[in-house]
């Protein structure tokens, strides 16, 4: 009965931590791809999307390296987005995590695979992110990311031919809070519209960045 | 008429009041400068704080551009002051000195004779403005270096040098309408008041009333737009994303109207009343 017992067990923790350590393998597959770039410098034109920011487009350089954080060199006041920049999903995979089918579709002939990936991990900084991943092409297409400190946001990645894995444009949209600001600091002839205001508070903003010009580091 | 306007400027030269003005202008230019290097930082913390939740900054929004805004901001309600003391100046020191008597008892023509001063009160005003320009741009780049300007304006607007610098230019040529007129007006109180304290009083609670009523809605955009207190403000539209042309020529167009008009009215009192 004993021997019975302490079977049960080691099945039922064998199996869990099967469960816990699935990765699904073509996200895996397209990790592999991301994993192989070290490292590259791309043009960059940035646009802002905000209701309440008005800002014309930015032109500037960003510069990746593996296990750093991408660097974006500009003369001009740069708005520069505080998520995805991360090119090769490191920071987000950088500590254990399961993933979770949730469906899969064919778009214009490209097999279409959801799936949800969970952190096992306290350290890691969201708590579940939706990968949209393009299986015949063997890139991520759509992530929708929550964070724990900063919110949700979602990155929509668009690439300039079938067979390349770094994109050539990438629409960031997050939740932004409507800025307060102390009344001292309006002009004389600007109203303040209270109603507006208020149901104004949170409201969906979306940063474009353009990518060109792709080159290795010298 | 030319020999005219020529013996004003050199009378308006020769008066300390007018370099006490000049000084007065750098001086404040100077404190503003001084306020905004200790709270300019702070200043953008506060309009941006919200924003470092989603966003890194690159490059910094204290810059010149940004100075020579929070001067614009700051000279509109000092700098009429100080043109209608020195441009009010030009009448009331001749009533006080008597020497009007005098010039009056020379073939000149009174109109002409006050029109020399309304023209060279209107020089005096765009050189003010020109130097405010010249100064505040110059110590701001110098101090401060270049770079893209934030306004609040119904939202965040932000502009690149280029087109900050061209919206600066702009703003400085509208406010030298606002300035014409507070000029000219302040020669018409000289004309009405002939005292140079009771001018001086009048001329300091009338830009103080002017500021108190701008700040009122008359409930009508029509009312809105055609009081002269409320014109103003239309250097503050070059700073708008899309400038609203129409609005900015109508409130040059009014400015000039009423300057014209408040002119006029002091043209002909002087004319139809003795000298004392």
Known sequence: ??????????????????????????LLLIKERLDSIVDFTVDMGLEVDVNFISMPKKTGTLIYRKGAPAKISTDDFMLVPKRGLDFTLEQLFEYPFITVLRKTYIKEGDSIKVINAIPNSDKADFSIAELTLNISKRRIQQTKIST????????????????????????????????????SFLGQDVKVNHKLKRSDDIKKGAILLDLYNYRKQP | MIGLVKMESFRLLRQSRTYYALAGVVLIEVVVLLSAYYQGNEIIEILLSQLRESFYFEGTLVNGNLITYLILNSMWFHLPLILMIVVSGLLTSEYKDRTLITVMMQPVSKVRYLLSKYLVGILFSVAIVLLLLVTSLGFSYLIFGKGDLVVLLNGLNFYTQSDAFLRILLAFAAGAFSMVFYAVTSLTLAVILKDVTKT???????????????????????????????????????????????????KTS???????????????????????
């Open chain 1, 1 to 26: 009965m004993r021997l019975c017992l302490t079977f049960f067990f080691l099945s039922v923790s064998f199996f869990s931590l099967a469960q816990q350590t699935a990765i699904d393998q073509d």
């Open chain 1, 148 to 183: 724990l400190r900063d919110g949700s946001y979602d990155i929509f990645l668009k690439y300039p031919d079938d067979t390349a894995i770094l994109p050539e444009q990438i629409k960031i949209q997050f939740e932004v809070e409507r800025i307060r600001i102390p009344l």
């Open chain 2, 200 to 250: 001086w009083i009048v001329c300091v609670l009338f830009i103080v009333i002017s500021n108190v009523l701008m700040k009122i809605d008359f409930g009508s955009e029509l009312l809105n737009n055609l009081f002269y207190f409320k014109l103003n403000q239309s250097w503050q539209f070059f700073f708008y994303p899309d400038i609203p042309w129409y609005q900015i020529l109508m």
């Open chain 2, 254 to 276: 009014l400015t000039i109207f009423y300057t014209t008009l408040v002119a006029l009215l002091g043209l002909f009192i002087f004319k139809t009343k003795d000298i004392d």
